[in-house]
């Protein structure tokens, strides 16, 4: 069918002027762009006088990797004009796995997907995953091969550096990886078991992905206490390797932070410069979301889920704990004392007597039971079996609106789905910033904004036929109201659609129409250094 979007305002990804045109849409092609002054016809004509159309917004950063295929409406992106989104993040993912570690990796991130009674796990390998989602999911989605799987399948949660052998059999598996659809590699390197890694074998890592054009994703070392030292790893990482680099959930956040943020911009400046091959991601929210076990220091977490939980119950390992927690430091709360008064406990599945913690934060609810705020965060991770999840209000506003203005920004939710109330990121990304940052700040210019979460984007992703509205382009589509788009998602009821947009097409296809999802699974896997067929 050939359907003109009639009448609205052009918002092309590429940076240029808003002008008034048409879109004519055929199949899953943008068959013409017109400057409005020619009539053009089709089979359906979609009047949007006084609406922006746009291409459909690509979400850097996302923990959808099981939620897609559970919750096939995939309403949380679909109705913020989001139309592609990269899976894979922060180096723990479900594939490629084994049949052991794919359960260590159920248990270890349920907080991020949940683990669903009867779910069919019918794959192993990268391969088999991108076949189940191919044509099986509301957007199109791409993914990077996580280094914590790699690690796993090799050595498991062992805690130390990797042997030269070790080291081979993980490029031997990203290779595969990497020939089977992944489009790089992520990593998280708060998380066991990356966390023990070391840079050199990130380095060896990166060099294959290199190999074959793919791009080096990290959660990197540490976003606390040397959080200029995590940043500055990471591109010693991509100049020793060769990789292209996309900082994940880009954020210099905590009180020992706050006016160092023009040390990161001269680093940036300074890759710039030197010609790297350099992109980075960020959310527009002050507050980030976790697992509450991910806090922990990571000689508690080593071994399988089992041994971890024992840790969790012995009383003399307990005091050591909540000692790093309180007194020294944990490596997993990026090297500082927790402030148990920032984090607010959003997810307890399985732990129903403990649903109160969410009315307050964790050291409220600590000194109402007359107890430590580390105790309670122990028992907390037992009764819920590792899975509870946080929020923790750590964000400095300055650093989140001059990070948003720079060429290299594109938009990642980093949003987790499950949980009893999830961070509102997860819903309103990307409506927050149109409605917030450009229509009642001007932070940045509406072209600016849509060029940063659309063909920005879809090139660090090597995809030159998505994130614009050119002719030949794939028709991933948006078409908002300037005035009215809105987040509608809260920290208290964050379960809620974003209101002004009005269509949304993936691959030609409509996916939301009138405001209304319609339940078309048009997306498709995207892979790197390939223009869809």
Not at 35 to 46: H, N, S
Not at 310 to 336: C, F, M, N, W, Y
Not at 348 to 362: D, K, R, S
Request: charged letters at 25%; hydrophobic letters at 40%.
């Amino acid at each position: 069918m050939r359907t003109v979007f009639r009448g609205g305002t052009i918002v092309d990804g590429l940076g240029n002027p808003p002008r008034r045109g048409d879109v004519v849409v055929e199949g899953d092609r943008i068959a013409e762009v017109t400057d409005g002054g020619v009539a053009v016809t089709g089979e359906r004509v979609v009047d949007i006088s006084g609406l922006i159309i746009a291409p459909g917004f690509i979400d850097m950063h996302t923990h959808s990797d099981l939620q897609i295929l559970v919750n096939p409406d995939h309403t949380s992106r679909l109705s913020q004009g989001v139309t592609s989104e990269v899976l894979g993040q922060d180096g723990l993912s479900y594939a490629p796995v084994d049949d052991s570690v794919l359960a260590e990796m159920r248990a270890q991130i349920k907080g991020w997907n949940d683990d669903p009674e009867g779910f069919d796990w019918n794959w192993r390998s990268v391969a088999e995953y991108l076949a189940r989602l191919d044509g099986n999911t509301a957007t199109n989605t791409a993914y990077l091969v996580p280094h914590g799987n790699l690690r796993m399948l090799v050595m498991g949660n062992a805690p130390r550096l990797a042997t030269a052998d070790e080291l081979e059999q993980m490029k031997a598996l990203l290779r595969v990886a990497l020939e089977e659809g992944g489009v790089g590699l992520s990593t998280g390197l708060t998380y066991v078991p990356a966390m023990y890694s070391d840079t050199d074998e990130l380095v060896e890592l990166c060099k294959v992905v290199a190999e074959y054009g793919g791009f080096y994703c990290p959660h990197h070392r540490n976003y606390g206490a040397d959080a200029l030292g995590g940043y500055r790893e990471c591109f010693e990482i991509a100049r020793r390797s060769g990789v292209a680099l996309h900082l994940a959930h880009t954020h210099l956040s905590f009180e020992c932070n706050r006016g160092k943020l023009p040390e990161l911009l001269a680093m940036m400046d300074a890759a710039v410069a030197e010609g790297l091959d350099f992109s980075f991601d960020s959310y527009p929210y002050l507050a980030g979301m976790t697992t509450l076990l991910s806090q922990l220091p990571s000689w508690a977490l080593a071994g399988t889920g089992d041994e971890q939980m024992a840790r969790l119950r012995d009383p003399a390992t307990r005091e050591k704990i909540i000692e790093a927690l309180d007194v020294i430091g944990s490596d997993g709360h990026q090297g500082l004392t927790v402030d148990w008064k920032s984090v607010h406990i959003v997810g307890v599945p399985g732990a129903p007597h403990y649903e109160w913690l969410l009315e307050t934060n964790m050291q409220a609810a600590a000194d109402k039971l007359g107890v430590g705020a580390s105790e309670l965060a122990l028992d907390v991770l037992l009764a819920t079996e590792r899975s509870a999840s946080c929020v923790m209000f750590i964000g400095i506003e300055e650093h989140v609106r001059a990070l948003m203005q720079r060429d290299e920004h594109t938009v990642g939710s980093d949003g987790i789905l499950v949980g009893d109330r999830p961070h509102p990121r997860s819903w309103g990304s990307f409506p927050r910033l149109l409605e917030t940052y450009v229509r009642e700040e001007g932070v940045l210019t509406l072209a600016e904004c849509v060029r940063h979460m659309t063909s920005a984007a879809a090139d660090r992703l090597r995809q030159e036929d998505r994130g614009r509205l050119v002719a030949g382009a794939k028709a991933d589509i948006v078409v908002f109201n300037e005035m009215t788009v809105s987040a509608k998602a809260t920290y208290d009821v964050p379960r809620q659609a974003a209101s002004g947009i009005a269509h949304v097409l993936v691959n030609g296809v409509f996916a939301v129409e009138d405001g209304t999802i319609t339940g078309q699974r048009a997306g498709r896997v995207i892979r790197m250094n390939e223009v869809s067929a």
